[in-house]
Structure formats: C-alpha cells, structure tokens
C-alpha cells in the first residue's frame, strides 16, 4: 500500500525501476547505433577524399532524444510504456544530420550508405524534390542496422537527415522561430521564411552550377601525342632562356 512518503505501491515501484532501466539500455541501444552510423559515414568521408579528391561532407551532428522528449513524444501518441512499442512507433530516437556541399552531393551521400549490406531502408523521404508547403527541405531516411552486443546482434532504426548547407542554414532559423512564438508564428515572417526558402534553393541552384562549371573546363588530354610533344618543347624553351 502507496504512503505518503512513499507513493508508488511495491508492484508500482518496481514497474518504474524496471522501466528505468529498459529506458536506460534503449537510449543505450540506440546510441550505440548512431556510433555505428557515424563510423560508416566517416569512412565514406575518407574514401571520397583519398579517390576523389573532394569531400561532399561539411558537417556531421547526431543525438539521441532525451528521456524527457521522449517521454513527451510518448504521451503526445498515446504510446503504452513497453519498449516494443516505443521502438516500433519512434524512429527518430537516434537522429544524425548530415550536411553537404551541394544537392547532388546530398543523393549521392545517401545512396552511398545506403547501399551497404547491413543497412535496411525503412523509409525515404525526399524533400527536396517535393519540399514541404512551408518551404523545408531535406532527404530524410529511416533506416535500421544491426548493433553487435555480447549477446548478438539487435536492430536499430534511426533516421538519417542529408541536407546542403543553405537548407541547413534555413532550416536552424526556422526552427528558432517557431520555438520562439511556439508555433503560432505571424503570417509575416511565415511568408519570410517561404521566401527565403526560395532563395536559399536558388542559391544552392546557382552554386551546383558554377561548381559543374568549375569541374567542367577542358584540360590538355594526357595521353594525346601531340600535346604532350608541344609540352615537351615548351619545357625546353623555358630552360634555354633561363
């Protein structure tokens, strides 16, 4: 019988202390997960750099909800307090954002990890071609890897964010705005910040462009005889004169 002092019954306090821990080892899980993901991406970072010599990452950042968001997103679904269920209705526990260069950089990013033998896509969004009426956009994946514990393997879902640094850049203020009048945001800023949606798409337009442009140029072919033998003779020309 709940006391005062004490106002859990013996059969409540122990269903607490265990869904504490259940709590505990799912954002455990889950974080585990997100190390997983972050080492996958850090190797695409390396290998793009040492092929390619170009890396389409910026920017890399992940979290895992806390127990108070999570608790609050939990009793905004009706959701029980079974972990089964939490997992299976949340997943975006473990979150990473991954920011790039330019649009094509973002498609060519997700398409890499995603292809890999371990990951299971769930599900894919793409924003950017099909932006949201408020002007977001944004590639989200859900996807889900294995995470090895000592007692095997246990799949994991997270959601994958890829996005440019201008959606990324509109995307932090947007946020900041809407905490600020806490959703209720004047018709002013809203139609604001849908014109600097466009903007912002426009930009990353324009810079995709002059990148093309950049990597487009015409260079000397190496293995064309006759360039090579013009090359040869400027080099002797340079000696000669010096």
């Avoid at 269903?15 to 972050?38: K, N, P, Y």
């Avoid at 007692?151 to 959606?167: F, L, N």
Wanted: with cysteine.
């Amino acid at each position: 019988m709940a006391t005062p002092a004490d106002p859990f019954t013996p059969g409540q306090a122990e269903r607490v202390r265990r869904l504490r821990t259940d709590f505990a080892r799912m954002l455990m899980h889950h974080q585990f997960a997100i190390d997983e993901m972050l080492t996958k991406v850090s190797i695409l970072r390396e290998e793009f750099l040492h092929l390619h010599r170009y890396n389409p990452i910026e920017h890399i950042s992940s979290r895992v909800k806390s127990p108070r968001s999570l608790i609050e997103k939990i009793t905004r679904r009706g959701l029980p307090l079974e972990i089964d269920a939490i997992t299976a209705n949340i997943t975006d526990i473990a979150g990473i954002r991954i920011t790039c260069s330019f649009i094509a950089d973002t498609y060519r990013v997700l398409e890499t990890l995603t292809s890999q033998n371990d990951v299971r896509i769930i599900e894919i969004k793409d924003y950017i071609a099909h932006p949201k009426p408020n002007g977001y956009k944004s590639l989200h994946a859900i996807l889900e890897i294995p995470v090895f514990l000592s007692a095997g393997p246990v799949p994991i879902v997270c959601e994958v964010q890829v996005r440019t640094i201008a959606m990324d850049f509109w995307a932090s203020l947007e946020h900041k705005i809407h905490y600020k009048y806490q959703g209720d945001v004047p018709d002013r800023l809203v139609e604001e910040l849908t014109r600097a949606a466009n903007a912002a798409g426009e930009l990353d337009r324009k810079m995709e462009q002059l990148h093309a442009e950049v990597h487009d140029v015409d260079s000397p072919a190496e293995d064309d005889d006759s360039d090579g033998e013009l090359l040869r003779l400027l080099l002797r020309l340079t000696r000669d004169e010096g």
